[in-house]
């Protein structure tokens, strides 16, 4: 299993980015997936989530409302749309199917005038 996150870099607050992860090497289409990320001297935790037919996404209570997590199951992407982005959003963000250990080498998203 490949997973391949882009799309992360250093935005003032108030701006956005839209994160991608490119799956490989497991039927996409059949997994729920989810975007973790991890800061400095924190545990990893979860941000958004995907059922594998695309509906019910669940978000992290303090993401809520301004992140959208979607799939293309065609494409075996999923993608994190951030807005209105914090200082606290900081962090190594990586996707991640449902139930498994495979991770990618993630991508950073820093938040800071």
């Known amino acids: 299993v490949q997973l391949v996150e882009s799309g992360g870099g250093l935005v003032q607050p108030g701006g956005s980015l839209r994160l991608t992860c490119v799956v490989s090497?497991?039927?996409?289409?059949?997994?729920?997936m989810s975007w973790y990320r991890q800061a400095p001297g924190k545990q990893r935790e979860l941000v958004a989530a995907?059922?594998?037919?695309?509906?019910?996404?669940v978000y992290a209570d303090s993401v809520k409302g301004r992140f959208t997590i979607s799939r293309d199951n065609a494409k075996n992407m999923v993608y994190l749309q951030m807005n209105s982005l914090k200082p606290e959003d900081t962090a190594v963000y990586y996707c991640?199917?449902?139930?498994?250990?495979?991770w990618g080498q993630g991508t950073q998203v820093t938040i800071s005038l």
């Open positions: 090497g497991l039927t996409f289409s059949t997994y729920s």
């Open positions: 991640n199917p449902y139930g498994t250990s495979d």
């Open positions: 995907i059922r594998s037919s695309g509906d019910r996404p």
